[in-house]
């Protein structure tokens, strides 16, 4: 097989160059086990970014899916369908707020498109977002992503967007009691995963949550890579105890499908009316039908399961020597190694047969399908000490 005949060696001929051409042309999967065009197989440590919540071949996602797709495929949202009524109120059943709300879209950015302009209905100007936070990349959520490097090319973003150090609340409150009158809404992520898996301090949140009270602030937290179960919680931000007027999410939730939530209670929930946002496929019959079979799966024991299987996990790797520190929660972990390599062990992962990701330079990020198993873990992490001792 020549290049040219690769699912990598197509890749330039036949699609944008967003992402560069791909390391790997996949096609199958088991569990957390993918295997390429060539036979060979790979633990997933990656999950698609926090994505196959259930891993790759899962019958009863296939199952709902087909039986979907089979009956009624998409409707649009000027109708109702059984799906998304009961993908909306098991959503609701978990912020436990009977009052609250929930628009359904096609992925984090939209759901924090949605945010942004919440923020905007309350007719309040300023948003506070996090410095090196992520929140996707349509203009809205652009801006208030806090990463200028992606921001650049795209100026002029939406304007009333101001940063904060992420987790110092001293410099928020100062910041916000600047024009509070005029501060729609905080942002901010439990975890921080593009920039290298960083947890917020302890108590953060809930001071933040706090000051949006007393000022009448929208509290936006965005559980786009952090929720689903991700880090053996439901929310991450129920660590915290808190109750944000606006959840966003995704990723997880769809186990592989595209779906996105804008979850708002309190002061938030009555801000959409009609005609003030749409969107042609969010709430798909079919994309609700495999978040209907997450939202079932994710009982307390299969979350429990999630934070032994991440505290083992962190456990392990903490031992490897060239690791300096793992942070994070659940199966959401950040690797800090002694030497910025990341990027070349992700490279020497795919020789070992696994899927590593670097957000940045010495960090490795591992969020591997919720679902991996004992035996794949413990493998796992014999590939990963053998990359790393190589590198550091």
Request: aromatic share 6%.
């Amino acid at each position: 097989m020549n290049a040219q005949e690769t699912l990598t060696g197509r890749w330039s001929e036949t699609l944008a160059n967003t992402y560069g051409q791909p390391p790997l042309g996949l096609v199958s999967g088991e569990g957390a086990t993918l295997t390429d065009e060539n036979g060979k197989t790979y633990i997933d440590l990656l999950a698609g970014i926090a994505v196959t919540s259930l891993g790759y071949g899962n019958a009863e996602v296939a199952d709902a899916v087909a039986k979907q797709s089979r009956t009624l495929v998409h409707t649009s949202n000027l109708f109702a369908t059984q799906p998304v009524l009961d993908a909306g109120a098991k959503l609701i059943e978990r912020v436990g707020d009977s009052e609250a709300r929930v628009f359904f879209c096609n992925s984090g950015s939209e759901a924090n498109e949605a945010a942004f302009k919440l923020a905007r209905l309350t007719g309040r100007r300023r948003i506070l977002a996090a410095h090196h936070g992520f929140h996707g990349r349509t203009m809205g959520s652009l801006a208030m992503t806090g990463q200028p490097d992606k921001q650049k090319a795209f100026r002029p973003l939406p304007s009333g967007v101001e940063f904060y150090p992420y987790g110092d609340i001293d410099y928020l409150r100062q910041l916000v009691e600047q024009d509070a009158a005029d501060t729609a809404a905080i942002i901010f992520e439990p975890i921080q995963g593009e920039t290298g898996v960083i947890p917020a301090p302890a108590g953060f949140m809930r001071a933040v949550s706090e000051l949006c009270d007393e000022h009448g602030i929208l509290l936006i937290v965005d559980e786009v890579q952090a929720g689903a179960g991700r880090t053996g919680q439901f929310f991450a931000h129920e660590f915290d105890g808190i109750s944000p007027d606006v959840i966003t999410m995704a990723k997880g939730l769809g186990a592989g499908l595209p779906i996105g939530a804008t979850i708002t209670r309190g002061r938030a929930k009555d801000l959409f009316q009609p005609g003030s946002h749409g969107t042609t496929f969010g709430g798909n019959p079919v994309a609700c039908a495999a978040a209907n079979v997450v939202l079932d799966a994710l009982d307390q024991e299969f979350l429990n399961e999630v934070s032994a299987k991440g505290e083992y996990l962190a456990q392990q790797v903490k031992e490897i020597p060239g690791v300096s520190e793992v942070r994070g929660r659940g199966l959401m972990l950040g690797v800090v190694l002694n030497a910025p390599v990341a990027r070349e062990a992700v490279k020497r992962g795919f020789a070992q047969g696994i899927i590593l990701n670097a957000p940045s330079e010495n960090v490795l990020r591992l969020t591997p399908p919720l679902i991996i198993s004992q035996q794949e873990i413990d493998a796992a992490l014999e590939k990963l000490r053998t990359v790393v001792e190589e590198l550091v």
